[in-house]
């Protein structure tokens, strides 16, 4: 992973640092496990520097190709999210997910694994083209097994449709 991702935190005063960070095809690259190849994000980071923690605060927004699960076909889906995590200054773990404890001596966060995390989560669960933007041949193979079922489903067994009239 690239310095960019890596903040180092042990020449800060105590107080609130900003921090943009910019997500782009590399980032991704870099992740041998990332289910995306492909996008273009920005990411805001305000970092609070405490006596014995780091409160971190990250907003991405932006896009990432996907497969649009209506044609199959790729495209650009927009990601806007946010998460706060806890970086405390210790060595016993906790179980908490937004709670990360780094050594007193750690010098550094490396923050591209919260950021892959939460670009993740914030992906859309369907992801779709507009109205109208769909591969028209997929469109139109797709409209007519649907008619086809339909007929299908219209031309049952007529016992199953007088087991319908018995509510």
């Known amino acids: 992973?690239?310095?960019?991702?890596k903040i180092p935190f042990v020449g800060l005063k105590l107080g609130k640092y900003e921090f943009e960070l910019d997500v782009d095809n590399a980032f991704f690259e870099t992740l041998s496990y990332s289910l995306i190849e492909k996008g273009d994000l920005k990411v805001w980071l305000d970092l609070e520097k405490k006596e014995?923690?780091?409160?971190?605060?990250?907003?991405?927004?932006?896009?990432?190709?996907?497969v649009c699960s209506r044609c199959n076909e790729t495209?650009?889906?927009?990601?806007?999210?946010?998460?706060?995590?806890?970086?405390?200054?210790?060595?016993?773990?906790?179980?908490?997910?937004?709670?990360?404890?780094?050594?007193?001596?750690?010098?550094?966060?490396?923050?591209?694994?919260?950021?892959?995390?939460?670009?993740?989560?914030?992906?859309?669960?369907r992801p779709v083209h507009e109205e109208g933007k769909c591969d028209e041949e997929m469109v139109k193979l797709i409209e007519?097994?649907?008619?086809?079922?339909?007929?299908?489903n219209n031309d049952s067994d007529p016992r199953w449709s007088a087991l319908k009239n018995l509510n």
Do not use: R
């Open 144 to 152: 007519k097994f649907q008619s086809k079922e339909k007929k299908d």
């Open 52 to 66: 014995t923690m780091l409160l971190a605060s990250f907003y991405v927004e932006g896009t990432v190709e996907m």
């Open 75 to 125: 495209m650009d889906a927009d990601v806007e999210g946010e998460l706060e995590i806890i970086y405390k200054f210790g060595h016993e773990p906790y179980d908490d997910e937004n709670l990360i404890v780094i050594s007193p001596d750690s010098f550094e966060i490396d923050v591209s694994q919260p950021i892959y995390e939460l670009i993740t989560v914030s992906l859309p669960l």
């Open 1 to 5: 992973m690239t310095n960019a991702f």
